[in-house]
């Protein structure tokens, strides 16, 4: 009985090791080019999908300057898995809408529309309010390109503008009547105060 049990046990652990290594049952070892999501038959890959969430831990912990929980992990990895099929699924509509941005687009929104981030940056700053001839200067700068903001500055308006033209385009056929702006604006500001003796 002694030599029965040990060959059951053998036969177990080997055939288990055999199922779970070989991929009968459709698993297969993760490598960085395996597709963790096909939206519309764009694949997100392992690699990159584990890049951009690290590098948010990674943002999140030193603006918070403490760890972070597995929650708020799981979170953050459940948000940027978000985020990435959003951006999939807004570069296809860019595609098949044929949204473009030309540098001359990039140029005219850099100088005059700047994004929040430059905005309250305490640097541009005069008197408590932006100043946009600072920005203008510091833009024009050899600084501006050595530290990479010019950089920042174009990949933030690839993103943004895209977004804008897309807003635009679905958003230009809707007529909102007075009467429907004004129940609107009364639903936001109206209030009533009680009291009671």
């Known amino acids: 009985a002694k030599y029965i049990w040990l060959i059951i046990v053998v036969a177990?652990?080997?055939?288990?090791?055999?199922?779970?290594?070989?991929?009968?049952?459709?698993?297969?070892?993760?490598?960085?080019?395996?597709?963790?999501?096909?939206?519309?038959?764009?694949?997100?890959?392992?690699?990159?999908?584990?890049?951009?969430?690290?590098?948010?831990?990674?943002?999140?912990q030193q603006r918070s300057g403490r760890s972070l929980t597995q929650d708020e992990v799981r979170r953050i990895e459940n948000d940027k898995f978000d985020e990435m099929v959003t951006d999939i699924l807004l570069q296809q509509e860019y595609d098949r809408r044929g949204i473009v941005v030309t540098d001359e687009e990039?140029?005219?929104?850099?100088q005059f529309a700047p994004p929040p981030w430059i905005m309250q940056a305490p640097d541009l700053q005069t008197e408590g309010k932006f100043d946009i001839q600072k920005y203008n200067r510091?833009?024009?700068?050899?600084?501006?390109?050595?530290?990479?903001?010019?950089?920042?500055?174009?990949?933030?308006?690839?993103?943004?503008?895209?977004?804008?033209?897309?807003?635009?385009?679905?958003?230009s056929g809707i007529y909102v009547t007075d009467a429907e702006l004004w129940r609107a604006w009364q639903d936001q500001h109206d209030s009533a105060q009680a009291s009671f003796v």
Do not use: M
């Open 106 to 110: 990039i140029k005219q929104y850099a």
């Open 12 to 60: 177990f652990v080997g055939g288990f090791l055999l199922v779970q290594t070989s991929g009968l049952l459709g698993r297969t070892a993760v490598t960085p080019t395996t597709a963790v999501a096909t939206v519309n038959g764009t694949e997100i890959l392992y690699n990159q999908y584990v890049q951009a969430y690290q590098n948010e831990l990674q943002n999140v």
């Open 138 to 171: 510091y833009l024009t700068s050899p600084y501006a390109k050595q530290s990479g903001l010019l950089a920042a500055l174009e990949n933030y308006y690839r993103q943004e503008i895209p977004r804008r033209k897309l807003a635009e385009q679905v958003t």
